[in-house]
């Protein structure tokens, strides 16, 4: 890693590390920067201003969140410190609050490391942003390597010893004993300062941006983990702080704050993630986000092999197409399974974002090999089947 | 597999095994069928027909292709008499004449076998209906899995012991002695029964259809390897011969005789398949075939990792594509590499099938996780790149 004199010669641009923004006026082009160590605080001219203040983890406010076995996973510091106390502690009950991608990537972690591993959740399935039938596909995959996923367990409060540290998690449904406690509840946009200087927010809560990333304030642009994204399909505005977004929006802001005209078209909500040996993919609207939005919807699920039964290494997938029954036109792909899920699921994801109907899509001409995939691919099957309910 | 009386009984079909078609009369609407072991020639009538004769091995013509050490490959009784033969005879030497998906496979399979491998090819690189980019990256796969690759050997003749057998073939650059011979030429289609009866064939010298499957001969259909099909970016027919293309047109054309209406669309070259621990896919156009349609052609390669390199199992991976420079219409997609070469074409072969530009696959919103693919998947990053070009 270059340190910031390296980079201010390489680039021209100076880094001020451990130095906190104070204060900001839009109006004058003015910041007040802090310097952490040395309390001295200094102010600096802008034409053009980047907000990329990230986000920071959901607390749930209850009290105990400060005890020292109590943690969040945001950053890699978060991620060293975690594990450094697994290292010096040796915890053996580790309690998980939430059931998002941090949620069931680190009860595989804690998994992998022997812990007894419990997913308290108060809604009903494992990532609830997701289709249900992918949620019980991932349920099953806890169960089988040994994660307890207790549902409807709304945290109610942390049980403390004389030193603070937490010992049980009292719940809607009992008391459960724990060493450590990750809180994964998902992640709040940091917009006080935006705020605070009069920078307009969205519904979301999040900085609302137009699709050159600049803000209201014209001059000031947004990106990454503090900002809304606009979704292609709900044609408004979300909060959908994901890496890859973030790193496209970055390059935008970027590039309009130095002069440039670039725009970021926004999202169709596409991700993907592993839990243990399960790939879930996931792309457009799920069934119920369809149905939100007061569209006609029609769904499709079927399970299909990842490649030719007979070939090595073949493994069932589950996957759900949701689509317009009027026009039939794709509105979600969404796909679960131990091989073949991760990569196919862009295929459906420039379909959604094309437009395209179940009809063209059934009609498709994919490259075929039996250990890629069956002469009729699970999309092609799944189209087809789905023609009939329009 | 079921007897013919259990397929009658089940599907009220008739089969006939070990039949042969001596004679078709279209007007008449007839088939003389003789059996292969008893001799007899009976007459079948028909309403409707669907001709699908499949295709069989090209032969170079040349003296001793009959030797019992020189085989093909098409079906599975192919298989099994060279695997015997294998077995009994213990060859140490096997040549491979041709250098396509069939080639390159059994290449593989003879390598493993611990054979000494060597493909004769008149052209330059392997897999020559595919992008050189591709054939050099599968040339340097043959060359560490120690298969010799002899390119601009055109077959001359082959030397034969006094029983017969092959024991050296003679090229355009000189002798080699070989205990087998593989001769992968690719296929040629069946049409003599259909050439006999009258029905068109096209320059391709497969049968002709309409996109019912139904030949110049009203109720007639054809599907599979003997026929062509329609490629929807070169805008006419090809001879193109592969399992789901043959699979796709026989559902048409048994939809069709027995009074449907279906209709396939065709194709767009979408094929993939692997060599030793190699993949190799590829969609659409190749540059050259898109420069031989007139086109203003672009091109752009790139290699990038199949994920983030720093996660295990990461590989290097080539991305060419091909797009018209005027509009910035995707002609094609081609792609060589040891991890997640084959799931990821299909993204492609929609993008070209919906006809977008490189414009706007450079702004899709693709899943993103490390162990699957950098925050910029290697199919966005070609299309950015792209767009310095046109």
């Known amino acids: 890693m270059r340190t910031p004199e390296q980079f201010k010669e390489k680039q021209g641009i100076d880094v001020f590390l451990r ?83 941090i949620a069931l990537e680190m009860a595989e972690a804690f998994r992998t490391r022997g812990l007894e591993t419990t997913i308290f959740y108060r809604g009903t399935r494992p990532a609830s942003h997701l289709e249900p039938e992918i949620g019980d596909w991932i349920r099953k995959e806890l169960d089988e390597k040994g994660v307890q996923f207790l549902p409807e367990h709304t945290p109610l409060s942390f049980v403390r010893n004389g030193k603070g540290k ?53 001059g000031i642009y947004a990106a990454g983990d503090c900002c809304e994204v606009y979704h292609q399909i709900l044609e408004g505005p979300v909060y959908m702080p994901l890496g890859d977004v973030a790193n496209k929006q970055g390059r935008v802001a970027g590039e309009n704050a130095a002069g440039g005209k670039a725009t970021f078209d926004g999202v169709i909500g596409s991700s993907c993630f592993q839990v243990f040996s399960l790939q879930v993919a996931s792309t457009g609207l799920t069934e119920k986000t369809a149905r939100g939005k007061g569209l006609d919807v029609g769904v499709q699920n079927i399970e299909a092999s990842s490649k030719v039964h007979y070939m090595p290494g073949a493994e069932p997938l589950l996957l759900k197409i949701v689509f317009e029954r009027s026009s039939g036109r794709l509105l979600g792909g969404h796909m679960a399974g131990r091989e073949g899920v991760a990569r196919r699921i862009n295929t459906l994801a420039v379909a959604v974002q094309s437009r395209l109907t179940v009809q063209s899509l059934s009609k498709m001409d994919f490259a075929y090999a039996p250990q890629f995939s069956g002469a009729f691919d699970p999309i092609l099957i799944a189209a087809e089947q789905a023609l009939k309910k329009l």
Chains 1, 2 share one sequence.
């Open 166 to 218: 937490i010992v049980a998690l009292e719940t809607s449904k009992g008391q459960y004993p724990l060493d450590l406690v990750l809180s994964a509840l998902g992640v709040v946009p940091n917009t006080e300062i935006a705020a605070e200087a009069g920078i307009g927010r969205g519904e979301t809560g999040a900085i609302r941006t137009d699709e050159g990333q600049q803000t209201d304030h014209p």
């Open 19 to 101: 130095h906190r923004v104070r204060r900001l006026d839009p109006r004058a082009g003015r910041i007040e920067v802090e310097d952490i160590d040395k309390g001295e605080t200094r102010a600096l001219d802008f034409d053009k201003l980047v907000l990329a203040t990230g986000a920071r983890s959901r607390r749930l406010g209850m009290p105990g969140e400060e005890a020292e076995n109590l943690f969040t996973l945001k950053d890699l510091g978060d991620g060293i410190r975690l594990k450094a106390y697994i290292d010096r502690e040796q915890p053996k009950r580790v309690g998980i609050l939430g059931s998002g991608y």
